[in-house]
């Protein structure tokens, strides 16, 4: 009988060495699990300011790039509109049979087929293709800023080459016509009244003018969707700064 119950205490006390070890067990499992979960969390964390870091510094590029952009494109439409008004006031005088040459009429002659270009700056545009395009989070954004610099920037590289096609092909008609005086800018004609007679003259003149025209105005819609991405990164900006 007594050894009955000292099998029994013995049985009682194994199997309570046994509780107590799978409760250590689990216990050690949920603080491995606990320790793996802080760990990855951090480890996310980590990775995901690095992404917002990144991105942040991404759209500082683009801004300034943008911005600088924008200054580029204000003085190629200050420079283009002086050259169209002054070809604009060659015509409206040869069209009047009482006008006459004056000196200050060399630069206007000096820049008939003149033209300014814009090169935009895309440094930080190509740094983030290579980083990747979704390196920025706001699709709305990253669609406008693909759009600013694979359309609207792509057609003006074309309108650069139409600018220099109509500068070489008329430099001859021009060049007969006109003597080049203190450099290139100032120029004086051969005979101003003969040019009032001279259908190529004035309808190589005219052509110039409509064109330029042509390409102001699309310079002009290229500085406001310029203004306005610049803008939106502005706001984005500020935004990831909180």
Request: hydrophobic share 35%.
């Amino acid at each position: 009988m007594i050894k009955f119950f000292r099998k029994i205490r013995q049985n009682m006390l194994t199997e309570n060495k046994f509780s107590k070890y799978m409760l250590y067990a689990i216990g050690e499992i949920i603080l491995v699990v606990i320790g793996i979960l802080i760990a990855l969390s951090i480890n996310n964390w980590n990775e995901g300011r690095k992404e917002s870091n990144l991105e942040f510094e991404t759209l500082s590029g683009l801004y300034n790039d943008i911005a600088n952009n924008k200054i580029k494109i204000d003085n190629m439409i200050s420079r283009d509109s002086i050259i169209i008004t002054g070809n604009q006031h060659i015509l409206s005088l040869l069209q009047d049979d009482n006008s006459s040459f004056n000196d200050s009429l060399q630069f206007s002659f000096g820049n008939i087929n003149r033209y300014d270009v814009f090169f935009p700056q895309q440094m930080a545009y190509e740094t983030l293709k290579s980083k990747g395009l979704n390196t920025i989070k706001n699709d709305s954004l990253r669609t406008q800023i693909i759009e600013l610099y694979d359309e609207t920037y792509f057609i003006n590289s074309h309108i650069r080459d139409l600018k220099s096609d109509i500068y070489t092909n008329t430099n001859s008609i021009l060049n007969k016509r006109l003597f080049t005086t203190k450099d290139i800018d100032h120029k004086i004609p051969n005979n101003y009244n003969d040019l009032k007679q001279d259908a190529e003259f004035l309808n190589t003149l005219s052509h110039i003018t409509a064109e330029n025209k042509n390409f102001l105005n699309y310079t002009y819609m290229m500085l406001e969707k310029t203004i306005s991405v610049r803008d939106e990164i502005g706001k984005e900006i500020k935004r990831l700064k909180k």
